[in-house]
Nanobody, 115 residues
Framework: QVQLVESGGGLVQAGGSLRLSCAAS??????LGWYRQAPGNERELVAT???????TYTSSVKGRFTISRDNAKNTVSLQMNSLKPEDAAVYYC???????????WGQGTQVTVSS
């Protein structure tokens, strides 16, 4: 049973920083990443990282957020700097297992940014 356990959300002032972490049970995750969903909006991709280290970011977070992973520990982190009120959302950890192929989600962690 694959589980993704997130930590690190909270309340921060605009311009501040937060670091999200996610620990995934199991193995062989080709992609790890973070999505977010704000009230009234669809869930959107924030950043992903492959097991080879290739990264993708949504344009609004480029230069401010950094995704990283530890393949040995099956963990993925998201360092969020220069946070803006529009970054406020529930952030979900995501994992794609290579075989058998399947997608997994964490329970979500709230990020609140005060202006």
């Amino acid at each position: 049973q694959v589980q993704l356990v997130e930590s690190g959300g909270g309340l921060v002032q605009a311009g501040g920083s937060l670091r999200l972490s996610c620990a995934a049970s199991g193995s062989d995750f080709s992609i790890l990443g973070w999505y977010r969903q704000a009230p009234g909006n669809e869930r959107e991709l924030v950043a992903t990282i492959s097991d080879g280290g290739s990264t993708t970011y949504t344009s609004s977070v480029k230069g401010r957020f950094t995704i990283s992973r530890d393949n040995a520990k099956n963990t993925v982190s998201l360092q969020m700097n220069s946070l803006k009120p529009e970054d406020a959302a529930v952030y979900y950890c995501y994992a794609h297992r290579r075989w058998p192929p399947n997608n997994y989600w964490g329970q979500g962690t709230q990020v609140t940014v005060s202006s």
